[in-house]
Nanobody
Framework: EVQLQASGGGLVQPGGSLALACTAS????????ITWFRQAPGKDREFVAC???????FYGDSVSGRFTASRDNTKNTMTLQMNNLKPEDTAVYYC???????????????WGRGTLVTVSS
């Protein structure tokens, strides 16, 4: 089983920056992709970013150009650098893991506990 530990999150003003990190551990965690989703109150879970060693890096349309994903394979950690944050980025952010990148949350069996990001003045 794969365990995912998310860190980061918090309160930031509009236009500010914040970084999230997600570390995968457990048997079989090596080589799996890590994906970030987010869910705002009353909305569906939304794809944010995913890195695949084989296929590249993918971003959701609403964050492309503002968020940057990176991965440290030696630590099985994916970092999401979020810049120029907007109030509409406010959500609980979740990391998930699978063998490939998928934009649909239904593909993922392993999820970390969410971390809250609040963008407000």
């Amino acid at each position: 089983e794969v365990q995912l530990q998310a860190s980061g999150g918090g309160l930031v003003q509009p236009g500010g920056s914040l970084a999230l990190a997600c570390t995968a551990s457990g048997p079989g965690s090596g080589g799996r992709v890590i994906t970030w989703f987010r869910q705002a109150p009353g909305k569906d879970r939304e794809f944010v970013a995913c890195i695949s060693n084989r296929d590249g890096t993918f971003y959701g349309d609403s964050v492309s150009g503002r968020f940057t994903a990176s991965r440290d394979n030696t630590k099985n950690t994916m970092t999401l650098q979020m810049n120029n944050l907007k109030p509409e980025d406010t959500a609980v952010y979740y990391c998930a893991s699978d063998v490939a990148c998928h934009r649909s949350a239904g593909w993922y069996d392993y999820w970390g506990r969410g971390t809250l990001v609040t963008v407000s003045s």
